[in-house]
């Protein structure tokens, strides 16, 4: 089947994972302990999902395991977020890829674990996006397959012909190609070739050299 949509991850993939290390540093205040029971739950419900059908519900419950109320999460974790968010810049060449994609005649896509909000405006890129998803609208976090099942549907796009980039191998390729999709890794250099994903790339420009070799060879598009 001929690839007919391109969807990132956000966080560490459109921009230097330091930056997001640097974006979550101001949420271990003011409660380093819920900060800590906040990202031992995260690590958690990706090897044991919680049973929600929507963000409302996957975030009911996880208010209830941290045992601290909605407000306080939110004011603690995304609102900080939102906030610090507004520095990020993102790698060289992101807004061309995606220009280069959309010349292509494909639909551009992004899905994130973290809720997007005002990011892609913020990034520059909101007028190349054609759906962004968070993985909590979905109830479940990557590397579950709901998102990524989520997402295709919204596509109007057989997973087979959609291609998921990411910078995680556990959370973005796992999750991805237990659905059917095809898969990038973003990896630096020194760490070398990761077995898995359909093809490893270290910046956007090899990102678009390896892409077509992969796709925009004979006939598949």
């Not at 409302?56 to 109320?69: D, I």
């Not at 220009?99 to 892609?120: H, T």
């Not at 490893?200 to 598949?220: I, P, Q, W």
Request: hydrophobic letters at 40%; aromatic letters at 12%.
């Amino acid at each position: 089947m001929k690839l007919e949509a391109v969807c990132f991850d956000i966080d560490g993939t459109l921009y230097p994972k330091w930056q997001t290390t640097l974006h979550l540093t101001s949420s271990l205040f003011p409660s380093p302990l819920l900060a800590l029971k906040y990202h031992k739950f995260r690590r958690s419900v990706r090897r044991y999902p919680l049973d929600a059908h929507n963000r409302e519900e996957f975030q009911e419950k996880q208010a209830a395991l941290l045992g601290a109320p909605p407000e306080k999460i939110e004011k603690q974790f995304y609102a900080k977020w939102r906030t610090t968010f507004t520095k990020i810049r993102v790698y060289p060449q992101v807004r061309e890829t995606f220009e280069w994609l959309k010349s292509l005649g494909l639909k551009v896509a992004v899905l994130s674990d973290f809720p997007i909000e005002a990011k892609l405006a913020t990034l520059a890129l909101d007028d190349l996006v054609d759906f962004a998803l968070c993985s909590e609208e979905s109830g479940y976090l990557k590397p579950h397959p709901k998102p990524f099942l989520d997402l295709s549907r919204a596509l109007e796009v057989d997973p087979s012909a959609l291609l998921y980039v990411g910078d995680s191998y556990s959370k973005d390729i796992v999750g991805a190609k237990a659905v059917g999709m095809s898969t990038a890794l973003l990896t630096p250099k020194r760490l070398g070739k990761k077995g898995g994903a359909t093809f490893t790339f270290s910046d956007y420009n090899e990102f678009k050299r390896e892409f077509v070799n992969h796709f925009l060879k004979g006939e598949e598009l």
